[in-house]
């Protein structure tokens, strides 16, 4: 197995280890979430060296790869060890989230705007008009208690992480041993 495959391999089962981790403590996973992509960052960053020091083995390694690489090896050993670093990725990506939320309500308000203007214009009957609406302002209610009280989110945002964490490291595992 070539070592890029077993960085694969590595990267795969680390990731599906933090998945399960993620899913059974989501509390926890917004606290370390910084650390979990810096990890993330430093594991790809190593992977990123080995594919350079291979390109270059063959004539073809570009030297601004390896500068992409060691960026990215330095920002996430940054992520991993500045607490300041660690609660500004926290609570921005949580207040992402909130701000997707009130933006996915305002743009529901939108389409039941229009759809009732067509229904007007049209005097055609469209049905759909009061549920957009409906969940417009659900969505915009719930994006103003997110920005209210964040920690609401916390653990349903940790859940997620960690399914996405582990079905993609069960990919990464998957393929690292199917494509040796």
């Known amino acids: 197995m070539s070592p890029q ?36 960052m430093v594991i790809l960053a190593l992977n990123r060296i080995g594919v350079w020091r291979e390109r270059r083995a063959l004539g073809f390694g570009e030297n601004y790869e390896l500068a992409s690489a060691i960026l990215s090896l330095i920002f996430g050993a940054a992520l991993i060890v500045s607490n300041f670093f660690q609660t500004m990725v926290s609570t921005f990506i949580i207040y992402i989230l909130a701000a997707w939320i009130a933006m996915l309500g305002v743009f529901r308000l939108l389409v039941a705007s229009n759809l009732r203007r067509l229904e007007a214009d049209t005097s055609v009957r469209i049905n759909n008009y009061h549920a957009q609406m409906i969940g417009g302002v659900l969505l915009i209610l719930i994006a103003v208690l997110i920005f209210i009280r964040p920690s609401i989110v916390t653990a349903m945002l940790g859940m997620f992480i960690g399914a996405c964490l582990l079905l993609f490291g069960l990919q990464q595992t998957i393929s690292a041993i199917r494509d040796r």
Do not use: E, R
């Open 5 to 40: 495959k077993i960085i694969q391999l590595i990267i795969g089962i680390t990731l599906a280890f933090a998945g399960i981790y993620c899913i059974l403590s989501p509390g926890v996973t917004i606290a370390v979430l910084a650390w979990i992509i810096g990890l993330f």
